[in-house]
């Protein structure tokens, strides 16, 4: 049987750990910036611990870091990394450079369970949670293809933001999340600021009120129709938790000061584009502290679902501006390598890139 990893430990199993073993508990402190501020990827790297508790900590945990198979690179500078975990299940990251920012999108489920029409990694179905060590690992395994790429002068950079967009719905994978954020941002872990965290969520109403409690990290809330008949039928969830409870529950939610709810809507052609459906969702929106951001929709094969156009977007834009909403387009990035949001499959085998080639041997 597998070791147990390592970076699935908060600061307080490292503590315990060493406490049974009448180690002192700053000797976990040591551990954690090893892993977490010095790219240790073996515990002999270790040099400032005693030689038997290194052997003992080989002993006892491995670390886990996802295998990077593979770095697809589009045009606009973005790279989508495909990770491989200890049982063979892969998954997605996503590099996006942005001026002086670069922001890693993080996956958090093998698949997903929500189940959104529009959205490729539905069509996988739910494997599996990832554990707050496969999560982190995503980060750590980031920042070091960073590193190496600025070493060979081929970009500025350092990872400045996080967002937790990639394949799966972060709160229905609750502990591998908060446990993650939890080692991401300690001053004992990787010391991220929560500021530049943001979790996005089809909108599980509890969960969402959970993370406000646990965390500090920004919200966003894949809203995407206003018409509970149109959400229920491209986004299951809202069976569960229709639009008007979500919102609801939104407007009830104890925002800190200064932080407002981003609120984002794939735009599907003839589907919840129309400037009637943004007054409707300007309206509805009334009362709570936010901003709209507009997803021209990704599309990918078998999609049932067009991309409004540029004209339709920019005129959803103005209509909801013109009610006093603060909207912005997101524009997509990587759609050439399949990393824009809603693409995310983690085929082993870039079929869809040679297709689109017309490269089959
Ligand atoms: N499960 C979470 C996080 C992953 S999706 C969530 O749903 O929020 C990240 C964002 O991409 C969501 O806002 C989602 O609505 C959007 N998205 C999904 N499929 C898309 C597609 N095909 N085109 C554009 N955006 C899409």
Redesign the pocket.
């Known amino acids: 049987m597998a070791l147990p990893d390592v970076l699935d430990c908060s600061r307080a199993e490292l503590d315990a750990w060493c406490a049974a073993r009448g180690i002192p508990a700053y000797r976990a402190g040591q551990i954690a910036t090893w892993l977490y501020r010095q790219d240790a990827r073996e515990f002999a790297a270790m040099t400032n611990l005693p030689a038997e508790l290194r052997a003992d900590l080989a002993w006892s945990f491995r670390i886990g870091l996802p295998e990077l198979v593979r770095v697809a690179r589009s045009s606009d500078g973005t790279r989508k990394l495909l990770l491989r975990l200890d049982d063979g299940a892969t998954i997605e990251s996503v590099l996006i450079p942005d001026g002086e920012r670069l922001t890693l999108c993080v996956s958090t489920q093998v698949g ?1 369970a ?1 189940g ?1 029409a ?3 990694t539905a069509t996988l179905g739910f494997g599996r949670h990832l554990r707050r060590g496969e999560i982190v690992g995503q980060l750590l395994v980031a920042r070091a293809l960073v590193r190496d790429e600025q070493e060979r002068h081929e970009g500025p950079e350092r990872i400045t933001n996080m967002v937790f ?1 990639g394949m ?3 709160l229905h994978n609750y502990a591998g999340t908060v446990g993650a954020i939890e080692t991401l941002t300690a001053d004992w872990g990787v010391d991220f600021s929560h500021r530049r965290i943001t979790v ?3 909108g599980l109403v509890p969960e969402m009120q959970r993370l406000l409690a646990d965390t500090q990290v920004n919200i ?1 809330v ?1 809203l ?1 129709a206003i018409d509970q008949d149109v959400r229920k039928r491209i986004m299951p969830v809202s069976k569960k938790y229709p639009v008007e409870d979500l919102l609801a529950a939104c407007r009830a939610l104890p925002l800190p000061r200064r932080k407002r709810i981003t609120f ?1 809507y ?1 735009m599907l052609d003839g589907v919840n584009d129309a400037p009637a459906q943004a007054r409707t969702l300007a309206r509805a929106l009334r009362g709570i502290r936010c901003k709209v951001n507009l ?1 021209p ?2 599309p ?1 094969p078998g999609a049932p679902f067009g991309r409004s156009d540029d004209v339709a977007v920019a005129r959803f834009q103005d209509a909801l501006r013109n009610a006093g909403v603060h909207a912005t387009i997101r524009e997509s990035r990587g759609p050439d390598i399949a990393a824009a ?3 995310l499959v983690a085929e082993e085998e870039p079929r869809r890139a040679r297709a689109h080639a017309g490269d089959v041997r």
């Open positions: 997903c929500m959104c529009f959205c490729a967009m799966g719905e972060p996005s969520t089809v966003a894949s995407t984002e794939v997803i929709f990704n990918f949001c809603g693409q």
